[in-house]
């Protein structure tokens, strides 16, 4: 994710992630207690939050996290414990722009439990062991575990697109759907190893709603912005070669195929699995629909969605193309979205959320 506080940055523009965090929150708070009930109310509780990225989304997380178990000690006239929340993401993420909220995040919580709650960072892939066995009580990723370790392999043949879209070669998606059922099965398997028995674990990520991948395109974002590089291609910014070797890292599977893996790895019990509809509009069928006259009232939220599509793809971008294509591209993504709204009768793409609660056998 793209750090800072800019106007660019993921900090700024994580509204989309913050809103799906807190329309969650019941899940989250129902598995903390759920756990707290299964391992009996210890002194010492480790909380980890994988893909934390920047910003202020991973503290509320961790402030709904807290006072619940808080409020759930008090309840029973328990002795309150103390609470270790560690902050992971890879080494290049923006850590410093989320420290520097941490102290206003302690002095929101009540005197007599401050000294209570401790914050640190883990820099790290989570696809790779991060903590000392059997240490986690409760585990939280929130928009993460969709983004793959890796390019998937075989991807040589998808040159005009930068993901799975309808019309692509059909090998194209057994490739991302392997890489996924790969790294997803060792992210369960590691956070297996790191977590106490009955431990309990919720995952927030995107998912699609049909079985078939190329049903509407696999993340209709991503088609958006595959479009924005072949024109930049067509104009001469970009090579064709650059564009054709380019693929996104991310894949969004359905509900079969996260209990696939689930069931397959077997160190986890699926408590439940929730989903809730996200809208993600684009992109129009047909270039003969009724467009509004006046294109630039739709023309700075097409720029709000530019710059949230910006905040979470520009280094991925940056790392293979460089920094010139950047704003050429942002800005046509924003001209693209809003063509988009003032088409009368566009369907938004309904993509859906998973929320996946699981515990430690």
């Known amino acids: 994710m793209k750090g800072g506080t800019g106007e660019h940055s993921y900090a700024t523009n994580a509204h989309d992630q913050r809103r799906a965090s807190y329309e969650t929150r019941h899940v989250v708070v129902e598995h903390v207690r759920e756990m707290l009930k299964k391992i009996a109310f210890p002194g010492y509780i480790k909380v980890a ?45 923006d850590f410093n722009t989320t420290f520097k909220l941490v102290p206003s995040f302690l002095e929101k919580l009540e005197m007599d439990v401050r000294g209570r709650c401790f914050v640190s960072g883990v820099p790290g892939s989570f ?75 919720v995952l927030t990520f995107m998912g699609r709603k049909v079985s078939n991948p190329l049903f509407k395109d696999c993340f209709q ?6 479009d924005c590089v072949l024109d930049l291609v067509s104009e001469g910014v970009v090579k064709e070669s650059d564009m054709e070797s380019f693929n996104i890292p991310f894949y969004n599977p359905n509900e079969e195929e996260v209990k696939e893996v689930v069931l397959e790895e077997g160190s986890f019990e699926i408590n439940k699995i929730e989903k809730m509809e996200h809208i993600l509009p684009y992109k129009i069928d047909g270039s003969e629909e009724e467009e509004d006259e006046d294109l630039s009232l739709h023309l700075e939220t097409g720029k ?25 591209v942002f800005d046509k993504y924003a001209r693209y979205m809003a063509k988009y709204l003032s088409v009368s009768h566009h369907r938004p793409n309904t993509t859906l959320i998973f929320v996946v609660s699981l515990t430690k056998k």
């Open 127 to 201: 696809y790779s062991r991060l903590f000392p066995s059997k240490s986690l009580y409760f585990i939280h990723s929130s928009f993460s575990v969709h983004w793959l370790s890796k390019i998937p392999d075989g991807l040589e043949n998808n040159t005009k697109n930068i993901h799975i879209k309808d019309p692509c070669p059909p090998n194209v998606y057994k490739s991302y759907f392997n890489q996924f059922k790969k790294d997803f099965s060792l992210f369960l398997k590691l956070r297996s190893e790191e977590t106490v028995p009955n431990g309990h674990m």
């Open 49 to 93: 939050d994988f893909g934390c990225s920047s910003g202020e989304n991973t503290l509320l997380v961790l402030s709904l996290i807290f006072n619940t178990i808080m409020e759930s000690y008090q309840h029973i006239g328990q002795n309150l414990p103390e609470i270790d929340f560690c902050l992971n993401d890879l080494p290049e993420n």
């Open 221 to 226: 974002i991503w088609s958006m912005l595959s």
């Open 304 to 328: 709000k969605h530019a710059s949230w599509a910006r905040s979470i793809t520009e280094p991925l971008l940056v790392a293979h193309f460089g920094d010139a294509i950047i704003d050429p």
